[in-house]
């Protein structure tokens, strides 16, 4: 039976910021906007490791990590992560990484006495046709889609290993489901990277160099759900003081577009005057996937960040902060 909204979490996150909080995957899109949610609510002891100070991924270091620090609460948002074609083009990567990570920091955590860790999945998990908007209870219902079925899996062991604890030891694990994610700190790799940021960076190179076209992958027509980085910073804080249940909750803003639609505001936001020409070369991936984020709601949590204002401030950014 999974949880419901009514798993209200025990005594208060918010009313320990002086405790150790492990945020894993701080320099990230999602680890730097939670990192800098918790400093503007007063956190005072973050514990923050980059990748060669602490590799997630060996589990004796991991293993180290948490006996010598202790931290009383974690949020794990480190991960391999990436957009169509990474996940197409590095399927050893996407599911052996994530697993190692994802396990070795849970099992630790609980193992060293962490009080309550949040784990972040994705949208990706769940079955490529399924009912839209999505449900959580949608989970392993049908088959997933091949692009991004190895990253899918490792995000459904770390749900299923999250239960599986709080089942046998009643530790407080909980997920989180977020949708597509924009803003701040996300890679603009021109391959590797999510639509959102590779457009970005197309659009405004293209711009830059007076082109006249900027390719654009796939078809255009499959719908995407985007959510503000910071948006999903305030969810995870709000997850973590009031959510305390054995089902994971999708985190979503209950909007979407087709890649068509994001590419002309990205092109508009960025302010490129030239053609999109589509690659259908390249592939579309899932359809849709629209997630039902009602559970959340019923919790009283809503995203305040809209595409349009979200797109300013994420170009905003990429102008003072990615090398031109
Ligand atoms: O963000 P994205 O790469 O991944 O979006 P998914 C892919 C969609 O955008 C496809 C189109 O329909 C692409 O054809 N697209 C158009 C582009 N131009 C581009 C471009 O220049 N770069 C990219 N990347 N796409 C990911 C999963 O799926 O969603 C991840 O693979 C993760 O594992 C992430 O779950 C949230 O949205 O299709």
């Known amino acids: 039976m999974m949880g419901g ?60 990590f948490f006996a010598a620090e202790k931290p009383r609460f974690v949020v794990l948002a480190a991960a391999k992560v990436g957009g169509i074609h990474a996940n197409n083009t590095y399927p050893a990567d996407f599911i052996a990484i994530n697993l190692q990570i994802q396990t070795n920091v849970i099992d630790s955590a609980h193992r060293h006495g962490v009080k309550k860790l949040l784990f972040l999945g994705s949208s990706c998990i769940y079955p490529k046709f399924a009912p839209q908007p999505i449900p959580e209870d949608a989970l392993l219902t049908g088959p997933l889609e091949p692009t991004n079925e190895w990253y899918a899996v490792a995000k459904i062991a770390g749900i299923k290993m999250c239960q599986a604890y709080r089942i046998q030891y009643g530790w407080d694990a909980i997920s989180g489901m977020p949708t597509n994610l924009y803003g701040p700190n996300d890679n603009f790799h021109p391959e590797n990277s999510h639509v959102l940021p590779a ?105 305040k960040i809209s595409l349009k204002e979200g797109l300013c401030d994420t170009y905003k950014w990429y102008l003072e902060n990615v090398k031109q």
Not at 28 to 45: E, H, P, W
């Open 5 to 64: 909204p009514n798993d209200a979490a025990g005594d208060s996150f918010l009313s320990e910021k002086s405790a150790k909080v492990f945020v894993a995957g701080h320099r990230g899109l999602v680890g730097s906007a939670i990192v800098q949610k918790l400093r503007d609510l007063g956190f005072t002891n973050l514990v923050l490791r980059t990748h060669a100070e602490l590799d997630l991924a060996r589990q004796s270091d991991v293993e180290d």
């Open 199 to 303: 457009l970005m960076r197309r659009f405004h190179e293209a711009k830059v160099n007076g082109a006249k076209e900027v390719v654009v992958w796939g078809t255009g027509s499959p719908l995407r759900e985007f959510l503000h980085v910071d948006d999903l910073a305030d969810a995870v804080v709000f997850l973590m003081e009031k959510y305390s249940g054995l089902g994971h909750v999708n985190v979503g803003s209950g909007k979407e577009v087709t890649i068509k639609e994001l590419a002309e505001l990205v092109k508009e936001v960025v302010g490129f005057e030239g053609e999109l020409v589509w690659d259908s070369s390249k592939p579309d991936g899932t359809p849709r996937k629209l997630m039902d984020s009602s559970k959340l709601a019923s919790l009283g949590w809503t995203p």
